[in-house]
């Protein structure tokens, strides 16, 4: 059992949790992922690692309450357990001092990008942070970004909080340098800044979240097309080529279960959801 | 005169197992073979010649007691029974289903030579069922050599490699990468051929012996075989199976609605899917299903497709005769409803607009002459394309082993080529104090010989732990 030492609310509807596995605390590594599975029917959801303490035995994710496994994770409070955290998946970031590194993270993957400009400014980058949501209120860990990174941008979509869109960085990067860049979030996000920043060939790597179960390269739904190959998120990756990734055809695979991922959600809100009351935390 | 007992005639036909109708079972998941009342047993066990030299034992990779065990039948003494066969097997009522007996023990049984041979798997079954129902014995203790030795993978071959090991006194301590114990037995063979809860029953008595079972830890990523080693295990036995999927390689694969094999598995069986949305994970599965393959794993998820409502079609690129599944697998699938298109292979699958797959094309294949291994291969006939309509495909032309292990095991020699674990006959690979068996060495293969080998390496893993000082 993985006992919740820490939960913490970072935006609307985002979580993280901090739970004991001293295993896997032991082993984490910036870039790779945890599978965790809770309750009797419960799935196997893949959640990238956002830290990790050997010391102290904990590893911690973030996840986004959009489906009914991650709405009825919401429900769990510092105390309760979670029945199975397997992990370190994935192979490990490529963190090495590359000089000039820009990191964009989107909504609730800005909780691990953190610990990668963590690792990439202990490497001796400097490091430049792009803080990216949909809206002002999922744009999380302001303070956290600062104190890590030498330079901090945030960006909207609707441009209720820093620039509007991501033409600011077209800019930036007319008149600036980078030697890495590296992107977490939504398929849409990952998917332009690679476009934006091809033109340079700056190196862009990307962390790709297909649909997972197992994570260990068995079922094979996680595959991706890159530089026209085939390859599986879960062992190859999670991270891959921006500039080679097939984009399109990933966002079409995430979606393929989406009836039944609403039905599911749909039937747990019917039956009263998270019926403890403690979903506020 | 001495009075001449007259000789009981032997009865030529085994006794029938009771299965669901293939009309009521396409609908269900429930478990197709029924198994014998004790009056069968009885029936079948009689038929039995106890010969002195039985060569039936010859032919189980295990090396199972078989005419003890049935003889126990015969005397009603059923505890005896169910114990003879655990002195050899941790796993029967596991082995009563899904053994392939026919090309095994039975294939042995002299009767065979003028009828149908002993039905050795039903009466194993028999035993397995019957101590499911009065509850299992332990064997007695034996006293701890105080050598530890690590498990990595709780599937058919580690947990009879756990249970040979724990029983001679080592501490076991087994990982598995899943968030259950059982391997292929829980997220590849399904419920209506091997229910969950039988395998779960077998996982649990081999806990009960004094095996650690720690789940959900993949090792090569939490430890690596040298770091167990260095934690105090000395002996290392690797029975991580065949879990990677291989695809085909044409275009249009990466479509929605087309599975692997071990994907559309671990979901219905591991995940249970077939019981969405009262189990979490879901499938979707269409009208027109196209199962690529011919193998035990094609006809399972051949099976599994029709219990879930759809119409299904086997696409086999060789023809009946080359079919790889048991033939047991085979008719059940038939009778089912499931229809077969043999030789025939897929060319390129199309998509709807949403990125779900709608047709594939295909080309008719022809037999060519038997290679030096009496191996018929295949070649396409130009200008026989077809297209066909379908909604869900599900690939499977077999799985390889996974690389985790053997790229974070440095001197770990592998076949590059499959993939697989080099070991000799024993198990022994090429770093010391380390064994493997299973699919991991010899490519996706049977439950049996699964077994088979961890059953040898447990006993050149003892050899070797005895010599150590």
Redesign the interface.
């Known amino acids: 059992m993985y006992k919740i030492v820490n939960k913490t609310e970072l935006a609307p509807k985002i979580k993280l949790f901090e739970v004991e596995a001293p295993?896997?605390a032991v082993?984490a590594q910036p870039g790779q992922f945890l599978?965790v599975?809770h309750?009797k029917?419960?799935?196997?959801v893949p959640l990238t690692i956002c830290g990790y303490d050997a010391k102290k035995g904990t590893v911690s994710f973030a996840f986004h309450e959009v489906g009914?496994?991650t709405k009825s994770f919401g429900c769990l409070s510092e105390g309760d357990c979670i029945?199975?955290?397997?992990?370190?998946?994935g192979n490990p970031s490529e963190v090495k001092n590359f000089g000039k590194v820009l990191c964009v993270g989107g909504s609730v993957m800005i909780a691990p990008l953190l610990l990668q400009v963590k690792a990439f400014k202990e490497a001796g980058n400097q490091v430049t942070t792009v803080l990216g949501a949909r809206t002002e209120e999922f744009i999380m860990m302001e303070d956290e970004a600062k104190t890590l990174s030498d330079r901090v941008y945030v960006a909207t979509d609707d441009g209720t909080k820093g620039f509007k869109g991501l033409g600011f960085l077209r800019d930036l990067l007319k008149t600036e340098k980078f030697d890495r860049c590296v992107v977490m979030g939504p398929v849409i996000l990952m998917k332009d800044v690679s476009e934006i920043t091809k033109p340079y060939n700056i190196p862009t790597i990307v962390t790709l979240t297909p649909i997972m179960?197992?994570g260990?390269?068995?079922?094979?739904?996680c595959?991706?097309?890159v530089d026209g190959k085939?390859m599986f998120g879960c062992?190859d990756g999670p991270e891959f080529d921006g500039h080679k990734t097939n984009f399109d055809?990933l966002v079409?695979?995430q979606?393929?279960?989406l009836?039944?991922?609403r039905?599911?959600s749909l039937?747990w809100e019917m039956s009263g959801g998270c019926k403890c009351g403690r979903n506020k935390a | 005169m001495a009075e001449t007992k007259p000789k009981p005639k032997l009865n030529k036909k085994a006794v029938e197992m009771a299965k669901q109708e293939p009309k009521v079972r396409a609908k269900n998941f429930s478990e197709v073979a029924l198994g014998y009342t004790e009056e069968e047993a009885q029936e079948e066990a009689n038929r039995c010649l106890q010969c002195p030299k039985p060569q039936c034992v010859t032919g189980c990779p295990v090396e199972v007691p078989i005419p003890a065990f049935i003889k126990c039948i015969k005397e009603k003494n059923y505890a005896e029974g169910i114990a003879t066969i655990k002195s050899k097997n941790a796993l029967p009522a596991v082995c009563g289903r899904v053994c392939p007996q026919e090309e095994q023990c039975q294939k042995k049984c002299v009767i065979s030579k003028i009828g149908e041979p002993v039905s050795i798997g039903r009466l194993e079954r028999y035993l397995a069922d019957w101590e499911l129902k009065h509850g299992s014995q332990m064997p007695p203790k034996t006293p701890p050599t105080g050598k530890k030795v690590a498990i990595v993978g709780a599937g058919p071959a580690g947990l009879t490699a756990a249970a040979d090991l724990v029983k001679l006194g080592h501490g076991v301590t087994m990982f598995e990468?899943?968030?259950v114990g059982g391997g292929v037995l829980m997220?590849g063979i399904p419920e209506f051929r091997l229910p969950k809860a039988i395998v779960q029953n077998e996982v649990n008595y081999v806990q009960k012996l004094g095996v650690d079972l720690r789940?959900?830890?993949?090792v090569g990523?939490?430890?690596t075989i040298p770091e167990l080693m260095e934690n105090g295990y000395e002996a290392v036995f690797i029975g991580s199976g065949a879990?990677?999927?291989q695809?085909i390689?044409c275009p249009g694969?990466?479509?929605?609605?087309i599975?692997?094999a071990?994907?559309f598995l671990?979901?219905v069986n591991l995940?249970?899917a077939f019981?969405?949305?009262?189990?979490?994970?879901?499938i979707?599965i269409g009208k027109h299903v196209v199962v690529i393959g011919g193998g035990n794993v094609a006809m399972d998820c051949a099976r599994s497709s029709l219990r879930l409502g759809s119409e299904v079609c086997l696409l086999y690129r060789r023809s009946r005769d080359e079919l790889p599944a048991r033939q047991e697998e085979i008719e059940n699938a038939e009778e089912e409803g499931i229809v077969c298109k043999f030789l025939a292979a897929p060319l390129e699958f199309y998509g709807d607009e949403?990125?779900?797959v709608k047709s594939m094309r295909c080309i008719a294949m022809e037999l060519c002459e038997p290679d030096a291994k009496g191996r018929r291969s295949v070649k396409q006939i130009p200008g026989s394309e077809f297209t066909m309509d379908v909604d869900t495909v599900i690939i499977a032309i077999g799985q390889t082993p996974?690389?985790?292990i053997q790229r974070t095991t440095g001197g770990l020699q592998s076949d590059p080529r499959h993939g697989t674990i080099c070991v000799d006959e024993l198990g022994k690979t090429s770093l010391d104090g380390v064994y493997a068996g299973g699919d991991v060495a010899t490519g996706a293969a049977t439950v049996i010989s699964a077994m088979g080998a961890g059953k040898r390496a447990a006993k050149a893993m003892h050899e070797y732990l005895s010599s150590k000082k």
């Not at chain 1, 029917?41 to 196997?44: H, P, S, T, W, Y």
């Not at chain 2, 789940?215 to 993949?218: D, P, T, Y």
């Open positions: 295993d896997v082993k599978i599975i309750g029917a419960g799935e196997r009914k496994t029945d199975n955290v397997t992990g370190p998946l179960i197992d260990m390269g068995m079922c094979g739904v595959r991706v097309t085939m062992v055809e079409l695979r979606r393929t279960m009836p039944e991922e039905l599911s039937l | 990468a899943l968030h997220y789940l959900g830890n993949l990523r939490i430890h879990g990677l999927p695809f390689g694969e990466n479509l929605g609605g599975y692997s071990n994907e671990i979901r995940m249970k019981q969405f949305p009262e189990f979490d994970t879901p979707r949403k990125g779900w996974n690389p985790i």
